[in-house]
């Protein structure tokens, strides 16, 4: 398998980002909403996993006191069922256990069964439900907590 690295996203990431965006999901986000991420949002953290010198797969959140709110994970679709999502996903975790977050949320459509079991299996739970809350179709999201990041995280590979 070739190298990978995970480090924070840059600017110049955000064409191969961006391509995953399209590539993943159906109200993807737009390059500048990502700029602004990375250079302007103060609270949030994104990361990049490189494989072979390209990246691959990235994982965002914003972290507001002892809240982690993961925002964003997607893997290129030529790189998928190689664990990275879960490497991207376990490092975002440590930045923001290592910097002061007790506990991560997101959302997740319901039909995204393999999303959901990578979830749950660092540790995520399902917290609640948000009827209708994807745009694009009506879909509902799942509410999903973890509540138990250090603990979560001593089970997790180390990226």
Same mark, same amino acid.
């Given at each position: 398998?070739? $190298?990978?690295?995970?480090?924070?996203? /840059?600017?110049?990431?955000?064409? @191969?980002?961006? $391509?995953? $965006?399209?590539?993943?999901?159906? %109200?993807?986000?737009? +390059?500048?909403?990502? /700029?602004?991420?990375? %250079?302007?949002?103060?609270? *949030?953290?994104?990361?990049?996993? /490189? /494989?072979?010198? #390209?990246?691959?797969?990235? *994982?965002?959140?914003?972290?507001?006191? !002892?809240?982690?709110?993961? %925002?964003? &994970?997607?893997?290129?679709? =030529?790189?998928?069922?190689?664990?990275?999502?879960?490497?991207?996903?376990?490092?975002?975790? @440590?930045?923001?256990?290592?910097?002061? *977050?007790?506990?991560?949320?997101? !959302?997740?459509? &319901?039909?995204?069964?393999?999303?959901?079991?990578?979830?749950?299996?660092?540790?995520?739970?399902?917290?609640?439900? @948000? +009827?209708?809350?994807?745009? =694009?179709?009506? !879909? =509902?999201?799942?509410?999903?907590?973890?509540?138990? #990041?250090?603990?979560?995280?001593?089970?997790?590979?180390?990226?």
């Amino acid at each position: 398998m070739p $190298e990978r690295s995970i480090r924070p996203m /840059e600017a110049r990431d955000l064409p @191969r980002v961006s $391509e995953m $965006e399209r590539l993943c999901f159906a %109200t993807p986000w737009s +390059k500048d909403a990502m /700029e602004y991420e990375i %250079t302007q949002n103060g609270l *949030a953290r994104y990361l990049v996993l /490189e /494989e072979g010198g #390209l990246v691959c797969a990235y *994982a965002g959140a914003w972290l507001v006191f !002892e809240e982690g709110h993961i %925002t964003n &994970v997607a893997v290129h679709p =030529d790189f998928r069922r190689r664990g990275h999502a879960r490497a991207v996903l376990s490092a975002l975790m @440590r930045l923001a256990l290592g910097e002061g *977050a007790e506990f991560m949320d997101l !959302e997740v459509r &319901v039909s995204n069964g393999a999303a959901i079991a990578l979830y749950q299996g660092l540790g995520f739970k399902k917290a609640g439900l @948000r +009827k209708g809350y994807y745009e =694009d179709n009506g !879909e =509902d999201a799942i509410v999903m907590v973890n509540d138990r #990041l250090g603990r979560a995280l001593g089970s997790a590979p180390a990226p």
